[in-house]
């Protein structure tokens, strides 16, 4: 699954958005929870190895992840929630992208090597003009523009667990 900065500069609803702390504090930043993305993340992880893939750095993606575990589950210790996220989802960034002259590329094929699992069995759940090195292994959604009534999580994940 992919995070885009699109989907972290707006605040929509304040019970869906949170705001990322960073230092220095010119940095922070607010993150819009798409709907189903709890949903449909938390069911990957039963059935798969699931990673959280963006062209973001690292830091902010596991940010991200530690504070959407944290929302879910508000009685973990903090120091807990991070040990599980990161215990649950794997995390790839920039750092693990090749750069471009159209932008970050992620790389599926990497990936599955150092899961030694065949990439048929590695999909990427992005934007349908993803810079990706198998563009056949993508799944794509149309980009989240902070509409809370967007379904398009739920139907994917309707269509992966349902049919």
């Not at 992880?45 to 699931?50: D, L, Q």
């Amino acid at each position: 699954m992919s995070i885009n900065r699109s989907q972290i500069d707006r605040q929509v609803e304040e019970e869906q958005t949170f705001k990322i702390q960073r230092h220095p504090p010119n940095e922070d930043f607010f993150v819009t929870i798409r709907p189903g993305a709890v949903e449909l993340l938390e069911e990957l992880t039963k059935h798969s190895h699931t990673f959280i893939y963006s062209d973001l750095p690292r830091s902010e993606i596991l940010d991200i992840t530690y504070h959407l575990y944290l929302q879910q589950h508000p009685d973990t210790d903090w120091s807990d929630a991070l040990a599980l996220c990161v215990a649950n989802i794997g995390i790839r960034g920039r750092e693990d992208c090749v750069i471009t002259s159209s932008g970050p590329k992620k790389l599926l094929g990497n990936l599955s090597e150092e899961l030694d699992c065949p990439i048929n069995h590695t999909w990427l759940i992005d934007r349908p003009n993803a810079l990706v090195d198998f563009p056949c292994k993508l799944i794509p959604i149309p980009r989240f523009n902070g509409d809370m009534s967007d379904r398009h999580l739920f139907d994917l994940f309707e269509h992966i667990f349902i049919n």
